[in-house]
């Protein structure tokens, strides 16, 4: 048995263990100091592919990885399975709950806070269509999602009228963000995979409905390839609809201004909001809730205290804030722990600066779009897939070996089949606490 | 789209897509009439299996198939998901309902009926136990089994005592068969495997008891063979206590006689009752609520109502009762297919016979025990492992392209890593119905 906490030594706290917070664990390892990772959840989640749970590709321990495994030659890092509540940035102590409730809250102490918690869904001020419109940020939001999903056929197949049934088949998909596209895509393709399975649905009557407020979809890419991915949409027969905003949701309908859609399935990719601890931090904020950062990623008057991934509000080179993906994160958490060696040998900070590696949309079997070093290289098609394919595999096989990701996709691209296509119910939750 | 029922053909309806109900459902592939398929779930679980989803080493994706999709080429099938509840054997009508509530209660009529839906967990007049003694039946249970053993350890890291954290570590099984020594020599390998990952808890300090109320373990097996299980349960640190009948759960406590074993864990793998269904078939019982069975597996007084699987009492020719395993199942299944055609053809049905290929049972890494033919080969240890082995990895490629399973027993094979090792909440049922 080891007790770990060794006096006198600075006390790193990171709350959060996605890819920013996991990074600056790794990169502290060989630290004197005491290290500890915060986590409501006890994995890491490979949150690009979250996708493919929501759609029965993949099953859920095929993209999470348990994080004091991950960490677990960290000699020098403790890992909390706590929701951090609250940081006392004048004390240095951040608050914690316990989520089995058992414990009451308790208090941990920081020279040194990295706050990496992330952001979770915004309904744009409307609470109330979270629960017709779920999201898809974790595990739990997944296996929701395809329960959902595979649930719908089900119940077309036993609809009493062909009215019914249309509207069991009818998928409605709010915002075409990157994940959008990627769910509307890869729903589309399920459907004709289970076209053997069913006796009175024909899941060629799939309609899957993706909707974008603004004027065009995947706008973090650049239009061609923005407009490539729309006509492979549109291939797979996604009904993709931009300059569509969603004004009303209600079970059963989905209203765009005076137009309804009437559908029993709504999907929502549209929208985050930062991680609500951001609040505690007494600096000012963006309008959802992110952190304003310093160029060295500390928050202003508090050197001691960062934030990176999702949560923080940084300015790319060109003015443009970052985008609130993982090599962001990634490359955030490196610096991060740079700089918090910095301090603690009393050697200056370096500023961060993101370097744009590429970014990538998939949109089903053999379609995706890769924009590479700043757009020099643009890619769509097979191509592209391929790309998307090889840095995902090394990522997975990094973490995890999971070589049994590589089967599942290669059986499903052969074979248009998947799974993972379990309805599964609630755990009896209530005997647990 | 297809409506299938056609008129004037035989209606066959089978209650329960486990083993014995797909086999019905199989071999009636070619028959001209209207078969359906009723189960609660939309899966058929490898049940053998289930153990390891309970200790994380696989997902349940791995060990669960589509029911339709393993039936989509039976174009005489139909699948409903939906809950059989009741039998009206003189209406000839199943009346079932819709999990999800939707739909009010509807009526199936049959011409044959074959009713494979298995049994429950029975906790012996004490039905308060089974929020602190969780079994193992279905993918939720092996999902709450898993959360509570990983949570386990989490606590134990952060237990306020030794005292505390003893009790963390302490897990409890009652119940010796198959499925509990199974569960009682995995955990061990767990543990060990997450010797790494913790920094207050010393895995090594686990502390697995498993409780037996009857004089050895694993009954239906030859002593011979029973004892070398034991020997190899205890030489992975199991604790076990034969002819100790619990009297008594409370929270934290489990009481054998006089003594009190202090654990905040609990598994319950000791008795079975049948699905209450049988009730409404009219006929007798045994006390656990089996459905005592004619020679062709039909039940007195109706020649076209079948009971098959766990849920039947049927007779060796040694007179003693078949065991609830999937081969009697399997086989039953077959037998009663081939008595369903030959009753529609107007020719004589054939008795069941059930030829025991073989009792296997595996208690952890490289060691099971095996008993083919009768008897005739005992074999213990490496080689019984990889009969065990083989004849899984057959099923499990047999009813999908489960390599991918493979590669998880080999990585954990060789690195006693585990790759399931997910805490997952419950998601949020009440947006669901």
Same mark, same amino acid.
């Given at each position: 048995m080891t007790e770990l906490a060794i006096d006198g030594l600075p006390r790193v706290v990171v709350i959060g263990g996605g890819f920013g917070g996991l990074m600056v664990a790794k990169k502290l390892r060989r630290l004197k100091a005491n290290v500890t990772v915060?986590?409501? /959840?006890?994995?890491? *989640?490979?949150?690009? *592919?979250?996708?493919?749970?929501? /759609?029965?590709?993949?099953?859920?321990?095929?993209?999470?990885?348990?994080?004091?495994?991950?960490?677990?030659?960290?000699?020098? +890092?403790?890992?909390?399975?706590?929701?951090?509540? $609250?940081?006392?940035?004048?004390?240095?102590?951040? +608050?914690?709950?316990?989520?089995?409730?058992?414990?009451?809250?308790?208090?941990?102490?920081?020279?040194?806070?990295?706050?990496?918690?992330? +952001?979770?869904?915004?309904?744009?001020?409307?609470? $109330?269509?979270?629960? *017709?419109?779920?999201?898809?940020?974790?595990?739990?939001?997944?296996?929701?999602?395809?329960?959902?999903?595979?649930?719908?056929?089900?119940?077309? $197949?036993?609809?009493? +009228?062909?009215?019914?049934?249309?509207?069991? *088949?009818?998928?409605?998909?709010?915002?075409?963000?990157?994940?959008?596209?990627?769910?509307?895509?890869?729903?589309?393709?399920i459907a004709h995979g289970m076209r053997r399975d069913f006796r009175r649905v024909n899941t060629h009557d799939t309609s899957v409905i993706l909707l974008e407020a603004g004027p065009r979809i995947l706008p973090a890419f650049p239009e061609s390839l923005a407009m490539r991915a729309k006509q492979d949409l549109t291939n797979l027969r996604v009904d993709v609809r931009t300059g569509s905003a969603v004004t009303k949701i209600e079970p059963g309908n989905v209203y765009v201004g005076d137009d309804v859609i009437r559908t029993r399935t709504i999907f929502w990719a549209a929208g985050n909001i930062a991680s609500p601890i951001s609040k505690s931090l007494g600096v000012p904020l963006t309008k959802t809730g992110q952190v304003i950062v310093e160029r060295d990623l500390s928050i202003p008057g508090h050197p001691n205290i960062f934030v990176i991934g999702d949560l923080a509000h940084a300015l790319q080179s060109d003015g443009h804030p970052l985008p609130g993906v993982a090599q962001v994160a990634m490359q955030q958490g490196r610096v991060t722990a740079r700089n918090i060696v910095a301090s603690i040998e009393r050697r200056p900070r370096t500023a961060f600066n993101y370097f744009n590696k590429g970014d990538l949309a998939v949109i089903g079997r053999g379609k995706a779009i890769v924009n590479l070093f700043g757009g020099k290289i643009q890619l769509a098609g097979r191509v592209a897939w391929m790309i998307w394919l090889g840095i995902h595999i090394t990522y997975l096989i990094g973490f995890r070996n999971r070589l049994s990701v590589l089967l599942q996709w290669a059986y499903a691209y052969f074979t248009y089949q998947r799974g993972a296509r379990l309805i599964t119910k609630t755990p009896r939750s209530d005997i647990t606490r």
């Open positions: 915060i986590d409501r /959840t006890n994995y890491h *989640l490979f949150q690009p *592919l979250l996708y493919q749970v929501a /759609t029965a590709s993949l099953a859920p321990s095929d993209i999470a990885g348990v994080i004091r495994h991950i960490l677990r030659n960290n000699s020098n +890092t403790i890992v909390e399975l706590a929701e951090a509540r $609250e940081v006392d940035v004048a004390a240095q102590i951040v +608050t914690c709950s316990d989520p089995s409730g058992r414990r009451s809250d308790f208090d941990i102490p920081f020279d040194y806070l990295v706050v990496a918690s992330g +952001t979770r869904h915004s309904y744009f001020g409307h609470p $109330e269509w979270e629960s *017709l419109a779920p999201g898809l940020k974790g595990i739990e939001d997944a296996l929701e999602m395809r329960r959902r999903f595979l649930l719908a056929f089900e119940e077309a $197949e036993r609809a009493a +009228t062909p009215e019914e049934r249309d509207e069991w *088949l009818t998928f409605v998909i709010i915002g075409a963000g990157p994940t959008g596209c990627e769910l509307a895509g890869v729903m589309q393709e």
